[in-house]
């Protein structure tokens, strides 16, 4: 089966004509409200991971159908759709069903009457992860309460592997204006295990992870490892479901954009910077002294053009 870049490279190139832009990401970003709220057993997660990343074939599934494709038995999923709040399977399915259609009637149809191409395409996906995102920070005491922690902990570890490196170099980056001991853990394995050893050794806390898709297995062991050594978790990745999530102790779900051959992170760039000011507003005489003295480091050896 080919990974989800083959596929998009495969199937979508950058024209100057009306296209058929994917239709998964909007279903994702309703089937992700839908399922977010309620706790769920790690059986049922499967099942909303499934329904996540199959819509369009998912909705018109028999419960058998659905049961075999998720490796579940025909009670687990009705108790899904109960947990989820219908009143049984039926119920749920008609709702998919409603998503996957409308999702669709509003795909092709609406690019070609917008005039729309796959850049534009993605552009307006991104718009929505955003727009997602902005209703996710209209109660912000979450993000307030982890870029406080985050603040405390000293050292600070920030970890992404893969795909996942540029979020966290940017975090790292940024965090080391304000912070004095931010360590940025890039490499998987051994190494990775010895820089979360060590900070946990050293005083720490903390763990800031990123993890885009496709979702690297050494994070998943990173994060275990940083667990097992006492250090706390935050989480920044693009599905609140899922074995990832159930590891970190606070999880920031954003949805990425993968319209094109490769995701662009247009939200989980604002969740970081989000986290950021909050690790500002948490030691506001710190930060501007750190502010301070960097800006008279930089002036001297003249770091930056003159504006």
Do not use: C
């Not at 092709?108 to 992860?129: F, H, K, M, W």
């Not at 307030?144 to 592997?161: C, E, F, H, K, Q």
């Not at 920044?236 to 094109?260: N, P, Q, Y």
Request: aromatic residues 6%.
């Amino acid at each position: 089966m080919p990974s989800p870049q083959q596929a998009r490279a495969q199937g979508a190139t950058i024209t100057s004509g009306k296209t058929d832009p994917e239709v998964e990401v909007s279903a994702t970003s309703r089937l992700r409200a839908l399922f977010d709220g309620p706790h769920l057993s790690p059986g049922q997660r499967r099942i909303a991971q499934y329904l996540i990343e199959h819509i369009t074939e998912a909705a018109f599934l028999s419960i058998t159908d659905l049961a075999d494709r998720v490796g579940v038995s025909q009670p687990s999923v009705t108790r899904f759709a109960a947990a989820v709040g219908f009143s049984g399977y039926p119920a749920l399915r008609e709702r998919l069903q409603s998503i996957a259609l409308g999702t669709l009637a509003g795909g092709p149809a609406a690019a070609e009457e917008n005039g729309s191409n796959e850049l534009q395409a993605a552009v307006d996906a991104e718009i929505e992860n955003l727009e997602n995102l902005r209703r996710d920070f209209a109660d912000p005491d979450q993000v307030i309460d982890v870029g406080r922690r985050l603040s405390a902990s000293t050292p600070l570890t920030v970890l992404g592997l893969r795909i996942s490196v540029s979020l966290a170099e940017y975090f790292a980056y940024a965090a080391r204006r304000i912070h004095p001991d931010v360590r940025l853990v890039t490499r998987g394995g051994s190494v990775a295990y010895d820089a979360l050893l060590q900070s946990r050794e050293a005083g720490g806390t903390w763990v800031l992870a990123f993890s885009m898709p496709r979702h690297a297995q050494e994070t998943l062991t990173a994060v275990r490892v940083a667990r097992s050594a006492g250090l706390k978790v935050a989480l920044v990745t693009d599905l609140a479901l899922g074995t990832l999530a159930d590891e970190a102790d606070v999880t920031f779900a954003t949805g990425t954009g993968s319209r094109l051959v490769f995701d662009s992170y247009a939200a989980p760039g604002v969740m970081a910077a989000a986290l950021l000011q909050a690790m500002t507003d948490a030691g506001p005489e710190r930060t501007q002294a750190r502010l301070e003295e960097y800006e008279q480091i930089a002036e001297q050896h003249q770091f930056f053009l003159p504006e």
